[in-house]
Each structure stands twice: as C-alpha cells, then as structure tokens.
C-alpha cells in the first residue's frame, strides 16, 4: 500500500507538472501549480519509503535525454497505423512521451490505446533511434524506443491531440511529422517486416 501510494503521489506531480507546461488556463495553471506544491512537499516528506528513485522534480538535477516510444502497427492489408497530429496536420506512428512509474511497453500500450483507440499487444522490440531535435523550443536529445504489435481490439475513442486515425500503404505515406522523419519512419517499418532490431 505505501508502494501504491508513493506511485499515485508521484502520478499526481507529474500530470501538474504536465498541466503547467501546456494548459493555457488561468484557472487551471492555478490549480496545477497548487497540485505541485503539495505533491512536491509530500513527495519530499515521504522518507520511510525507500524506492531508490531519482530526484525527479528538482529543476537542478543532471540533464539526460528524454524518452519516448512509437508502435509500428499493419492491418490485414499490410497498411501502416498512422495518426493525425491535430496542432499541425502532419502524422506520425502513434506514441510519445514514456510517462513516470510506466515502463515503456506500458506507455506505448496506453499511448496507442489513447492516441489511435486501439488495444494493442506488443510483439517485439525494433530498436532505438537517437534524435537531436533543431526543430523544438528545447532541442533536447530524445532517445525514441519503436516497437511492433498487432490490433486486439478498437476501441471508441481517442485523444483530443489526434484529429484522425488512418492506415496507409507505405508506398504512399502522408506527410509525416518532425517528430518521427519519413526515413525514420520507413526504417523501422521496414525493421518490422524484415525483423530486425536498429540501435545506434
């Protein structure tokens, strides 16, 4: 229980800290900010429990690269699963971010899950492909961890990041976003049919 505990605190730091960066709300910058605090302070006081983990919500820790993962997914037709980025119209695999107290099959199951509205099961590991972003605010170094899987089941919805959730052949790929290039893209698709496994 203190486990599960120490994890819901940490899950609630998290999303304000999510909250704060993105949401544009007076009200909810508010609220977030407010959640952060007592999250942080509780986070901090929560001693008796030790999970060895590293001290997250300190702005001063040492930089490393961000983590995210991405689904290579065909339908019986041999079409790729791609999804519509809603702030640009360009589209990418589905995934993202890998989230606090989620490893990285977990966050792609529930990236998939939210993003295109499929369950998924993963099947294999494609590889890791570094990116060095001149593109973002941050340029931070992202490490981008792809995997294969296979539709379960459709689900009813997706998130409201996502105007559209379609497959393609990939002879006749839409324009892709910055965040997962073409070239990138065509790898690891290409990884999954062939099965191999890219690293840099």
């Known amino acids: 229980m203190e486990k599960e ?3 819901f605190i940490l899950k609630v730091h998290a999303t304000a800290k ?9 009200y909810a910058l508010d609220n977030y900010e407010e959640l952060e605090t007592i999250s942080k302070t509780m986070l901090e006081n929560f001693t008796k429990v030790s999970f060895d983990r590293p001290n997250y919500f300190k702005r001063d820790v040492y930089p490393t690269p961000n983590v995210s993962a ?11 699963l791609l999804v519509k980025e ?30 295109a509205g499929y ?12 990116v060095k972003s001149l593109v973002s605010a941050n340029a931070l170094t992202e490490y981008a961890l792809f995997f294969a899987g296979v539709i379960k089941k459709e689900l009813s919805s997706k998130c409201h990041e996502i105007s559209e959730v379609a497959f393609f052949k990939i002879s006749s790929l839409p324009e892709l976003s910055w965040k997962v290039t073409k070239e990138v893209t065509l790898k690891f698709i290409n990884a999954s049919i062939k099965n191999q496994v890219f690293f840099d």
């Not at 589905?94 to 990236?111: A, F, M």
């Open 5 to 7: 505990f120490f994890d």
């Open 18 to 26: 999510i909250g704060r960066k993105y949401s544009t709300d007076p």
């Open 70 to 80: 991405r689904a290579v997914i065909f339908n019986e037709q041999g079409e790729v």
């Open 86 to 115: 809603a702030d640009d119209g360009t589209y990418s695999l589905p995934g993202g971010w890998c989230e606090l107290g989620l490893s990285p099959k977990e966050s792609i199951l529930k990236e998939v899950r939210e993003e």
């Open 119 to 130: 369950e998924v099961e993963i099947t294999k590991f494609l590889g890791i492909n570094t």
